[in-house]
C-alpha cells in the first residue's frame, strides 16, 4: 500500500491496512512524496487548482506497479475516472462536518468583527462571507498540524478544518466548535475514504471491496460528487454537498432509505445558492446531477467560468 507523508495520509493508510491485515491480508506501506507535498512544504501556492496534486502521485505509483493499493482522501480526488484504475471501496465515512479551531475557546459567533479567519478552501471562504459576522479570510496552507498552529502561534484568530481529519489524527478535541452544515457545507466526500486498486487486479479489487466497503456511505458520495462533476473541480471550486441516508415511507407505508442531499455553489457574483432534493440511494447519481442542474438554474456559474 502507497501513502503520502503526512500523519493524516499514514493515519488513514494504517486505518485501512489494519482492517485488510484483520481478514488475513500481509500489508506492506510504503511512503510515496507527492507535488502537493513538494510544493507545501516550499511554501510555494500551487497556481489556479490543487486538483489532483496530492492524488497523481500515489496513482502513478500504482500503475506502474510499485504499489498495489492507494488510499485517498475522497475528498481529493478528481472526478473524472483514470484509464487502468478502479475505485474498489469506499469504507464507512468519518463526521463529515468541518470545525473551528479558534482562539481562547471561541465559537464563530463570538469572533469579534476583522477577526482573521484562515482557510485555503474557496468553499469555506465563500461560506464564512455568507454569514456576514465581518470575518476576514487569509488564504492558509499547509497540513492539519501546520493550520492548527497558525492559531496557536497567533498569526490568525482560527481556522476552519474537517472534523475527519482531527479525528483521525487525535486532536479533534481542539475544535471549539462544530459547524452545523446549514452554516458550512462540507466539500462532496469529506470525511470519506477511497480506496483504488489496479482494474486488472479483480481478485485483490473483490477482497477490498468484501472488506471495506460501505454502501450507504458509498451512495452519499456519489450524490455529492456528481454535484461536483456538474459543477466545479475539487480544491478550487467553492462547492459544498453533503448527503445523508435517511428513513422515509413508500407509497404502501413501509420504511425505505432514501438519499437527502443539499449543496451550494455560487454565482460569478460570489453570492451563494443553496438547494436541496431527496431520491432513492439507487438513483444516487442522478440525484446530484439534477440538484446540480437546479443550481445551475438558480444562477450558479457553470463550470470552467471561473477564472479566480
Ligand atoms: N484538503 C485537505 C484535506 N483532505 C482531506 C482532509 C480531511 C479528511 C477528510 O475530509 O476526509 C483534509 C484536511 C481538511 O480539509 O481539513
Redesign the pocket.
Known amino acids: 500500500m502507497g501513502t503520502r507523508a503526512s500523519l ?1 495520509a499514514r493515519t ?1 493508510t494504517q486505518l485501512v491496512a489494519d482492517a485488510l491485515t484483520a481478514r488475513g491480508a500481509e500489508v506492506e506501506i510504503v511512503h510515496i512524496t507527492t507535488d502537493g507535498d513538494r510544493t507545501q512544504a516550499a511554501g510555494t501556492p500551487i497556481p489556479g487548482t ?1 486538483v489532483g496534486v ?1 492524488t497523481s502521485a500515489l496513482r502513478d505509483a500504482l500503475l506502474d506497479g510499485r504499489i498495489d493499493v492507494a488510499v485517498h ?4 480526488l478528481p472526478t473524472a475516472p483514470l484509464p487502468g484504475i478502479v475505485l474498489a471501496a469506499v469504507p464507512e ?2 463526521d ?1 462536518r ?1 470545525v473551528l479551531v479558534a482562539r481562547d475557546h471561541m465559537v464563530l459567533g463570538e469572533l469579534p468583527p476583522g477577526s482573521v479567519v484562515g482557510t485555503g ?1 474557496p468553499r469555506r471562504a465563500a461560506q464564512i462571507d455568507a454569514l456576514g459576522l465581518g470575518l476576514q479570510v487569509v488564504g492558509i496552507r499547509g ?2 498540524e501546520t ?1 492548527i498552529r497558525k492559531v496557536t502561534d497567533g498569526e490568525v484568530d482560527g481556522v ?3 472534523r ?3 479525528l ?1 489524527i487525535g486532536r479533534a478535541g481542539e475544535a471549539t466548535e462544530v459547524l452545523d452544515p446549514v452554516q458550512m457545507l ?2 462532496p ?5 477511497a480506496v483504488e486498486c489496479r482494474v486488472a487486479d479483480t481478485a485483490l479489487e473483490t477482497f477490498l471491496r468484501s472488506t471495506l466497503h460501505d454502501e450507504a456511505t458509498a451512495a452519499a458520495v456519489t450524490a455529492e460528487r456528481a454535484v461536483l462533476a456538474e459543477l466545479g473541480s475539487p ?1 478550487d471550486a467553492a462547492i459544498g454537498a453533503l448527503a445523508d441516508v435517511v428513513e422515509d415511507l413508500d407509497d404502501d407505508g413501509r420504511i425505505v432509505e432514501r438519499l437527502s442531499l443539499r449543496a451550494f455553489a455560487t454565482t460569478a457574483e460570489g453570492a451563494l445558492v443553496r438547494n436541496s432534493a431527496t431520491g432513492e440511494t439507487k438513483d444516487a447519481e442522478q440525484l446530484g446531477r439534477s440538484l446540480a442542474a437546479e443550481l445551475l438554474a438558480d444562477g450558479a456559474e457553470p463550470r470552467g467560468a471561473t477564472s479566480a
Open positions: 493524516l488513514q490543487g496530492f482522501s475522497y475528498k481529493d465515512r468519518a463529515p468541518d478552501s497540513n492539519v493550520r476552519v478544518l474537517a475527519a481529519g482531527l483521525r462540507p466539500a466526500a469529506q470525511g470519506a475514504l480544491c
